[in-house]
């Protein structure tokens, strides 16, 4: 049986932990289902798997996301305010330099410890994931895409990063483009982020339209015939 393990929501205390937390919805729960990942926590990132899992469980589980309509904000002011060291993996060179620049505008007094994009082959992982380590980073931020940057926060657990450590997707590379935050503040607003991202980015629509009720169907079935166990947890 696949153990599931979903937080029911975020906690600022998640800061001083020592573990992986990565974000589930219907599109990337099929790799999840292909390959579980162990050591992982799960945060519901969309309203449709919060729904789905409050209902499954019994228990409240509220929607978290790494983006700025979530808990990107708290989790990089607290790591500000705290002096964390902060590393970041993920998208292309220029995307992440523009990323960056966004963070010290709105961050000053963050500590970047590293950054690499998200573009290296398997042995250059192994070096990214020692600088990671030899940087003394407090709090890891990975964004390679479902699968992907699951392998690579517990990878660099099991490399000796003692910090905590969250996937972000798309992250770095939405807000890279976008002069404010990605998703207009209405949009945010009348919850239509699913809508406004097929406009901004019309790959996803095969995301949305087709893999979003496959893998419903395929994950309810799992748990119908209890082949999917689902566990929630308070931070």
Do not use: W
């Not at 994950?219 to 308070?234: F, P, Q, Y």
Request: positive net charge.
């Amino acid at each position: 049986m696949i153990r599931l393990e979903v937080v029911g929501h975020y906690s600022p205390s998640l800061l001083s932990c020592n573990r992986a937390f990565s974000f589930i919805n219907f599109a990337s729960v099929g790799s999840f289902m292909r390959q579980p990942p162990a050591a992982l926590a799960y945060f519901c990132d969309g309203m449709l798997m919060s729904g789905f899992m409050a209902r499954v469980s019994g228990q409240p589980v509220q929607r978290v996301s790494f983006d700025f309509t979530s808990i990107a904000d708290p989790v990089l002011r607290d790591a500000e305010q705290q002096q964390l060291r902060v590393y970041i993996v993920g998208a292309r060179q220029a995307e992440l330099d523009a990323f960056i620049g966004k963070l010290r505008g709105r961050y000053p007094q963050l500590i970047i410890a590293g950054t690499h994009n998200g573009y290296f082959n398997p042995a250059q992982a192994a070096r990214i994931q020692a600088d990671i380590r030899h940087s003394q980073a407090n709090l890891l931020l990975v964004g390679l895409g479902a699968g992907l940057q699951e392998r690579f926060v517990i990878d660099a657990l099991n490399a000796g990063f003692d910090g905590v450590a969250f996937t972000c997707g798309g992250f770095i590379r939405q807000e890279a483009s976008a002069s404010e935050h990605y998703y207009p503040e209405v949009i945010d607003r009348l919850h239509l982020r699913a809508f406004y991202r097929m406009y901004r980015e019309p790959h996803t629509i095969k995301r949305y339209l087709l893999d979003y009720p496959r893998n419903f169907l395929q994950l309810a079935e799992m748990i119908v015939r209890h082949k999917v166990a689902i566990d929630i947890t308070a931070p």
